[in-house]
């Protein structure tokens, strides 16, 4: 099971979306709103308030 790589929440098996950059790093995303808040948009999750903390 992965984590997503913006919010930190598990990713069920068989769903969620990978991104592979051009310097061979992946990133996994639960969904397209973490996929487009990361990559387009270039925010970082600890300043979203929908994210929840994890400890």
Known sequence: MSKCSFC????PQGT???FVKKDGKILFFCSSKCERNLLKLKRKAR???WVV???
Do not use: L, R, V
């Open 53 to 55: 903390k994890k400890k």
């Open 16 to 18: 969620g979306i990978m």
């Open 47 to 49: 300043e979203q308030k």
């Open 8 to 11: 930190k929440d598990d990713i």
